[in-house]
Each structure stands twice: as C-alpha cells, then as structure tokens.
C-alpha cells in the first residue's frame, strides 16, 4: 500500500520533495548496485560450499576407512587406550571476514604431523587414521566457514532486495504523486491568479472614461 504524504502544495514543498525524491533515487541506485555485489558473492560462495561440501565428504569417508582398517588389526579396546596419548593433530585459528559490510568467520585451519602415541600394539593404520581425520577436521571447518558466510550474504541479499523493492515500487512513487498534486495544485492556483488579474484589469478599462 503506498504511502500518503500530507504536505501543504507550495512552491518551496515542491522543491523540497523533488530534492528528496532525487536523494531516494540515489539511494535506490546504489542499494540496487550492492544487491547486484550480494548477489554475485552469493553465487560465488555457493560454487564454494559445493566444492567444500564434496571435499569435506570424500576425507570423512576415507577417514573412516582407516578408522575400519585400524579397528580390525588392534580392536576397540586398543584404539581406545591409544588415543588417550594421543596429541591434538589440527591447528586452527578463526578470523573475522567482512565484504559489502556482511560480517562473517573465516578459517584458517592446517594439519599438524601427528606424534607417536609410544604405545605398544599400535598398527600403522592407526597413525593413518589420525591423519586423515585430521584432514577430515579442516575441510570441514572450512565448509562449516563457507556455509556461514553464504548463510549471512543470502540474508542480507535478501534485505537489500527488499530495499530496493520498497523504494522502487512504494517510496518514490508515493513521493512523485504528492509533487504531482501539489503541481497541479500551484498550476491551478497560477491559473485562478491570472483570471483575478484579467477580471480587475478588464474592470479597471471599464470605468476609464472615453476620451
């Protein structure tokens, strides 16, 4: 539904809201431009999450194909008493990201080489296991990094759309139809002066006397 103005139809109002109408449509125009950014962000970061997605799902599934070879050859028991020696194999360090004025995490994620647990019993596929869990880690921190960030664009792409909606088809052509009004109000007004005018002008040549 738009939006009714109630302002008094006067030149200086006319000008008034033609400045505003004019700021509007440079706001217009630029939240038009930002949600073009957003958008293209959007499908950047999609072709991301997708490739992150498959990534993260090929060294989980290795993962835990060596996590079945390790549990063959030393059991649940072993595996269970190993891993309590075992240090943490995955640095990461999560960092503050902003494009277009969206805020979001970006991950910074690395594998670090895994130490000997020292225990006796332990098979080479368990150290194999370690590392591509590892891996598995940081892929999907880095898919989880994406996934916000796509999450948050989408949202704010969403806003400017409805921006650029409101201004476009409810704001601005509210404001044109009040500066229309109020110019065909003056117009009228200019109109009914003249006639005054003309009216005292022809009576005033009336009463002249005849020379």
Same mark, same amino acid.
């Given at each position: 539904?738009a939006?009714?103005l /109630?302002? #008094?139809?006067?030149k200086? $109002?006319?000008l008034? !809201? @033609?400045?505003?109408? %004019?700021?509007?449509?440079d ?5 038009e ?7 293209r962000?959007?499908y ?7 490739d ?8 989980l /599934?290795? #993962?835990?194909?060596w996590? $079945?070879?390790?549990? !063959? @050859?030393m059991?649940? %028991?072993s595996i269970a ?5 075992a240090?943490?194999s995955?640095?990461m ?7 277009l004025g ?5 991950i910074?994620?690395?594998?670090v ?6 225990l006796?019993g332990t098979?080479?596929s ?9 891996t598995?880690?940081?892929?999907l921190a ?5 996934e916000?960030a796509?999450y948050?664009?989408i949202s704010?792409?969403?806003?400017a ?5 409101a201004?476009?088809?409810n704001i ?8 229309k009004?109020?110019?065909e109000?003056?117009?009228e007004?200019?109109?009914?002066t003249?006639?005054?005018?003309k009216r005292l002008?022809d ?5 002249q006397?005849?020379?």
């Open positions: 539904m939006t009714r /109630r302002t #008094a139809p006067t200086s $109002a006319l008034n !809201l @033609r400045k505003q109408v %004019r700021f509007l449509e706001g217009h125009s630029l939240l431009r930002k949600r073009e950014l957003l958008t962000l959007v950047q970061h999609i072709k991301q999450y997708q992150k997605k498959k990534t993260a799902h090929d060294a /599934r290795l #993962a835990y194909r996590l $079945a070879i390790a549990q !063959l @050859r059991g649940d %028991r008493r190993a891993t309590l020696g240090a943490p995955v640095s360090k999560v960092l503050p990201r902003r494009s969206v805020q979001y995490p970006s910074e994620a690395s594998v080489a895994p130490k000997p647990v020292g006796l098979d080479p368990f150290d194999e296991a370690r590392r591509a869990f590892a598995a880690s940081v892929h880095e898919l989880a990094a994406v916000m796509l948050r664009l704010e792409q969403r806003k759309q409805k921006r650029v909606n201004l476009k088809y601005i052509p509210s404001y044109r139809k009040v500066i009004q109020i110019a109000a003056l117009e007004e200019e109109r009914g003249l006639f005054q005018i002008r009576k005033a040549q009336r009463k006397p005849a020379g």
